[in-house]
Each structure stands twice: as C-alpha cells, then as structure tokens.
C-alpha cells in the first residue's frame, strides 16, 4: 500500500485545468436561450389559446426579447462568477480542485480510491472518491462548502470539467497516468 506522503513524479510534472470563460458565456448563452425562447413561445401559444391574438408589435418585441435577455442573463451569471470559475491540479503531491464559486479541496495520490467522470459534453463532471473522509483537506477561503455526494457510506467530490482546458479527455488521461488503478 502507498504511504499517504508518496510523491509520484518530478517536481515540474504538474498540469491544471481551467473553466475557459468564452466557453462558460457561449454553453450559458445557448441554455439560456433554450429556455426563453421556449417560455416566450408557450407564452405566445397561450395567449392565442386564450384568444388574445398578438399585434405585430408584440411579436417583435418577442423577437427583441429572445434575443436581448439571454445575451445580458449569461453576461450578468460570467461576472458574477468571474474569478470563481472551476478548475484542477494535478501535481506531484496530489489533486487540488474546485467547482464553480466552492472553496478548493487537496487530496494525496494515496488517498483517492476512485476517479470517473459522468455525463458527456459540456456538462462532464469528475467524481474524486478519497480512500477516507480525513485524506480529503477542503481549503479556506471564500466560497461555499465543495461540492460532494454521498453513496454507499463514501464520499464523494464533484467538479465540473465538461468545459476545461484541456478537454475532459486529457484530464482523464492525466488522471490514468497517475493512478492507473483507480480510473
């Protein structure tokens, strides 16, 4: 069994992974603009069903809705979450990871049990399964508690890597180099 200090690799073989924020605005934009345009049409259905017939000026300013209040709803959500967006480190002593607007967690190689990643796309997410509660070190700082689940009496940590740089894949390729076991 490894000891909990092990160090796996040279001192300068270390990647990180980050949230590229013209990805975040454009993933946004397009699901914000789902769900409007959706909204404004079932709006505009009703109130035909209603019997209340939209003017030509209504449906344009549908129009000018469904395409104003996504652009400025996801520009509004990307400044919010500016500096806070997540991102993953993989270095000679371990993982350091955080999700969106959470404080960052640490665990040693030795004491992750589990790595997988779930979803496809831009919704990939990594599930970070440490051998024990206590292998797990959440950091300081502002921001909410890390994101976790539990299954099965384990913990488990979720970071949201659909839209990192590099792409899920070469995380997931990080990761198998590292413990070839686990992934």
Do not use: C
Request: net charge neutral.
């Amino acid at each position: 069994m490894a000891h909990i200090d092990e160090v796996l690799g040279p001192d300068d073989d270390t990647i990180t992974f980050r949230q590229s924020r013209a990805n975040v605005y454009v993933t946004m934009l397009w699901v914000i603009a789902a769900v409007w345009i959706t909204t404004l049409a079932l709006f505009t259905a009703l109130r035909v069903a209603l019997g209340d017939t939209p003017s030509a000026g209504d449906l344009v300013l549908y129009l000018e809705l469904g395409l104003i209040v996504p652009v400025v709803t996801a520009a509004v959500i990307l400044l919010a979450a500016w500096n806070r967006l997540g991102w993953l480190h993989s270095s000679m002593r371990g993982l350091d990871f955080a999700a969106t607007g959470r404080r960052p967690v640490h665990v040693p190689w030795a004491g992750i049990h589990e790595v997988a990643l779930r979803y496809r796309g831009p919704f990939t997410e990594l599930i970070i399964t440490p051998v024990d509660a206590d292998f797990a070190e959440p950091g300081d700082g502002p921001g909410r508690a890390p994101r976790m689940r539990r299954r099965s009496g384990r913990t488990a940590y979720l970071v949201d890597v659909g839209l990192m740089s590099p792409a899920p894949e070469v995380l997931l390729a990080e990761l198998h180099r590292r413990l070839p076991t686990k992934v």
